[in-house]
């Protein structure tokens, strides 16, 4: 049995692969309510419309039934991690957590598995991360993902892979976390960009120096550059930059284009903007494309005054 906590669309989209890919799967959302309506309609409405849920996926009122399983998949929001785990002890260590999600939490600067081990030290800890939209992994077209672990991942790489999900393992967790929770950001900027009307060069430029403040990151922080050319770097950076199937896409042509995007939605760049800065500062590393995001999003500058501060830095080498 593989269990997941959280019925977002990501936990959704996973549950239904690996149910099809012919895996015992449970899910559990916090949410009585959605729960009935999923055991129901065998769909869920609120976050994957249209897509149904096999026979093999039971949806979970309580939390105890999705653990004890050989892995547990943790599929909730970055910052909502460190509550859910301190929330619920009974999330333990009888079975390998892992992380489904991509962000730096605001609270601590940790990334999910760091956070993870942080409370539940000696767990066996891994992060599922890399371009795949949940509405493609559910309706079962080809995508392939990092799998990364302190460990030896290739028990949980062999559970977790189906024929239409193809897992990639790496012992760089590091560079897996931040591939994942870099690139929203950068997102972000591209989305402004085309919102703004900048144009598409504007956005191959960002994207492009983008990826080069994401690898200097990276790397000061102990994370391997090969890593962040992969599925989990520069793979998820093309998807999320270029398709307004991305929330992190989308949230920046709104900003670009000065118009409001709805609160409910889970745009995770905005939050991993402001820890990564606070942690480039720590380290003393450059990310103008990083603070030019957190400046615009929490409205300490216009979209002029950032495009003028990003052209008119001093000119360097490449
Ligand atoms: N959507 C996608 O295409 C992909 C998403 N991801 C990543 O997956 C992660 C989750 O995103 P996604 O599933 O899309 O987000 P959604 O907003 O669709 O879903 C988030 C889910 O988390 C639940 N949740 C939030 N806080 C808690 C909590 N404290 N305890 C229990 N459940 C909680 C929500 O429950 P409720 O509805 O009750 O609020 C909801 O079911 C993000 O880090 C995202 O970057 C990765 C790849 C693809
Ligand atoms: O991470 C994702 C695709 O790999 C999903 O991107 P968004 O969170 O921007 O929708």
């Known amino acids: ?98 992380a489904c999600c991509k962000g730096v939490d605001l609270a601590s600067l940790l990334g999910p598995v760091e956070m993870i081990l942080a409370r539940r030290p000696g767990a066996e800890a891994a992060i599922l991360t890399g371009p795949s939209f949940a509405f493609d992994i559910a309706r079962g077209l080809p995508t392939a993902l990092t799998l990364a672990a302190t460990g030896d991942a290739s028990a949980l790489q062999e559970l977790l892979s189906t024929p239409t999900l193809r897992l990639y393992r790496t012992d760089d967790v590091r560079g897996a976390e931040l591939g994942g929770a870099l690139k929203n950001v950068i997102a972000i900027a591209a989305g402004v960009v085309i919102g703004a009307g900048l144009g598409d060069s504007a956005r191959a430029a960002l994207m492009t120096r983008g990826y080069a403040e994401m690898v200097r990151l990276a790397e000061v922080l102990g994370a391997r550059a090969e890593t962040l050319a992969g599925l989990s770097g520069f793979g998820d950076l093309v998807l999320t930059c270029t398709s307004s199937q991305s929330r992190n896409f989308r949230f920046g042509v709104a900003l670009g284009r000065r118009e409001a995007f709805d609160p409910a939605v889970t745009v995770e760049g905005v939050a991993t903007a402001r820890a990564v800065v606070r942690l480039a500062a720590e380290r003393g590393v450059d990310m103008p494309v990083t603070a030019m995001v957190d400046a615009l999003a929490s409205g300490r500058i216009t979209l002029e005054s950032a495009e003028a501060h990003l052209m008119n830095r001093p000119l360097k080498q490449e």
């Open 1 to 98: 049995m593989i269990g997941i906590v959280g019925a977002g669309a990501f936990g959704t989209a996973l549950a239904v692969a690996l149910a099809n890919g012919g895996r015992e799967v449970r899910m559990w959302a916090r949410d009585p309510a959605q729960v009935r309506a999923m055991q129901t309609a065998r769909q869920n409405a609120r976050a994957l419309p249209g897509v149904m849920l096999p026979e093999n996926l039971a949806v979970e009122a309580e939390l105890a039934a999705v653990l004890g399983g050989r892995a547990l998949l943790l599929a909730v929001p970055t910052q909502a991690l460190g509550g859910l785990l301190d929330r619920w002890p009974q999330i333990g260590a009888r079975q390998p957590l892992v």
